[in-house]
């Protein structure tokens, strides 16, 4: 089952993501998030009038995809960046591929114009991911984190909704 996602869920969401901070350069944060820093984050979202999702079975939340604002200033308010993270033990099941596709025809229903995706590099899962959802490639940025001692790029897919 795919929902909404509520403060209750940031228990869930931060084992999720927390994996991924500790163990791989998916993302760029170094240090555990806290449940209370996720509800935080959970609340600007909403206030935003944007998605945040979580895919659910027997009452275990699987993954989670939501979309921000791209950028601040009003002339992007049209354009978002979508997330998508899944339990290490969820992936390539099917399950981040309808959890995406909903959270895109959501935004396509809300009027949004363009979704854009940013991948820390390598990660061939991301990359196939998006792709197979339409996203293209548009750009990449050498070398511009610095995690576990090393340098990363980061690419940019973006698709017209």
């Not at 996203?135 to 790029?153: L, M, N, Q, T």
Request: charged share 20%; with cysteine.
């Amino acid at each position: 089952m795919i929902r909404q996602a509520f403060a209750v869920d940031a228990d869930a969401v931060v084992r999720i993501y927390n994996h991924y901070v500790a163990h791989t350069i998916i993302t760029f944060e170094e240090e555990p998030v806290s449940s209370s820093e996720m509800v935080g984050r959970m609340a600007a979202v909403a206030s935003d009038s944007l998605p945040w999702l979580v895919a659910e079975q027997e009452g275990t939340i699987l993954g989670y995809a939501r979309a921000t604002k791209w950028k601040p200033r009003s002339a992007y308010r049209l354009s978002v960046e979508t997330t998508i993270y899944l339990a290490p033990e969820c992936l390539q099941r099917g399950i981040g591929t309808s959890l995406y596709q909903l959270l895109l025809k959501q935004l396509k229903d809300q009027g949004f114009h363009t979704a854009i995706g940013g991948i820390a590099l390598p990660n061939a899962g991301s990359v196939a991911l998006h792709e197979k959802l339409g996203f293209r490639k548009v750009a990449h940025f050498a070398e511009v984190g610095f995690k576990f001692g090393k340098w990363i790029d980061v690419a940019y897919w973006q698709l017209p909704l």
